[in-house]
């Protein structure tokens, strides 16, 4: 049984714990805020005693060996070093850092701590759909796509009313990009990899930050345009182009369900997945946790950081083409 310590108490962070438990080997044994009431009012409904509003006593405790960070971007980075120097498993949301000196540093750590594993919460790769679009697209010509994920944010009123909420603050690592665009970047590197060139065409807000835009990535013989907003709602579906087959995929951040079109005729990749879309992460971080040494895992594993380290570094690049600079 993996023992769980949180480190955040909004909806996504109860979200995630739902789905730990479903898969039967987790158990939430620590949770962390900033204020201790705060703690006691999100633990006691998820039958966790152990509180703490001290971070340096929290990962010095040996309550938990595997901590869930869904803290404010700006604050990932430091929160996973200090994590990984306990000798903690870390699974943290995206984006789990910004920029690639931050990730490199933490590969720097991790390296001085081999025990440890560090996985990133980009749900939507680990979805069956999206597995089975893997499988589809495998020895396939490719001749382009097109990934949509749009999202209007309730905090965005409070942009129109004049405030800068942080997920619209660039201090805090906010921004379209960062919060919305890195479940298309996911899709995107982890099915064909980084692009020969890419740029980003954002919209900026009056908070400096982009709150939505476009990205067009060059493979050589094929464009993918990446559409990404939390200033407006797309129902639209995501496609992968191949010659007179196009992939259907519900959305480029729900990845639930997939179909193939061929010339008019509808076949189904994969079926609708209905239940907490977090289940299969949390199942597979757990094989990860559960199995050091196994070199099924392990490759897994591997793999896993590989396609992190490209899609910050991807992160990075189209940033740094819209002129978009964080933390200062």
């Known amino acids: 049984m993996i023992n769980l310590g949180v ?16 898969t039967g080997k987790y158990k939430l044994n ?3 805020s900033r204020k201790l009431d705060t703690a006691r009012q999100f633990a006691q409904p998820n039958d966790c005693d152990n509180l703490f509003d001290d971070l340096q006593v929290f990962f010095e405790s040996n309550k938990f060996d595997t901590v869930y960070i869904a803290s404010p971007n700006a604050i990932h980075y430091q929160q996973v070093i200090a994590a990984l120097k306990h000798d903690k498993n870390v699974i943290v949301e995206k ?43 495998d020895d396939i010509e490719i001749d382009g796509a097109e990934f949509t994920y749009s999202k209007y944010s309730s905090r965005y009123d409070k942009v129109l009313n004049g405030e800068i909420p942080n997920v619209f603050n660039l201090k805090f ?57 939390k200033m407006t709602t797309s129902y639209q579906q995501s496609e992968i182009y191949c010659g007179r087959q196009t992939i259907l995929i519900d959305s480029a951040g729900d ?42 895992y392990e490759d897994q594993y591997v ?21 978009i600079e964080y933390l200062k």
Do not use: C
């Not at 690639?100 to 560090?118: E, I, W």
């Not at 690592?173 to 590197?189: R, S």
């Not at 509808?266 to 971080?285: G, K, L, R, V």
């Open 7 to 22: 480190i955040g108490t909004n909806w996504i962070t109860q979200k995630f714990i739902d789905a730990a438990a479903s």
């Open 95 to 137: 984006p789990a850092f910004i920029g690639p000196y931050q990730f490199q540093s933490a590969m720097d750590t991790l390296k001085k701590h081999p025990k440890a594993r560090l996985m990133e919460a980009a749900r939507n790769v680990h979805m069956p759909a999206f597995k089975a679009v893997q499988d589809q697209i």
């Open 303 to 323: 793999d896993g950081l590989n396609v992190m380290q490209k899609v910050n570094a991807l992160m990075g690049r189209l940033a740094d083409s819209a002129g």
């Open 173 to 229: 690592g906010g921004g379209a990009l960062e919060d919305l665009g890195v479940y298309p970047v996911y899709d995107t590197v982890a099915l064909f990899g980084l692009p020969r060139t890419q740029m980003y065409y954002p919209k900026f807000i009056s908070t400096g930050a982009d709150g939505g835009g476009v990205a067009v990535l060059n493979y050589g013989t094929f464009n993918v345009t990446l559409n990404f907003s």
């Open 255 to 296: 990845f639930t369900e997939a179909k193939l079109m061929n010339e008019g005729r509808e076949s189904q990749i994969a079926p609708a997945y209905t239940d907490n879309p977090m289940i299969p992460e949390a199942n597979d971080f757990a094989e990860i946790i559960n199995h050091p040494g196994n070199p099924v």
């Open 30 to 32: 620590a949770v962390y």
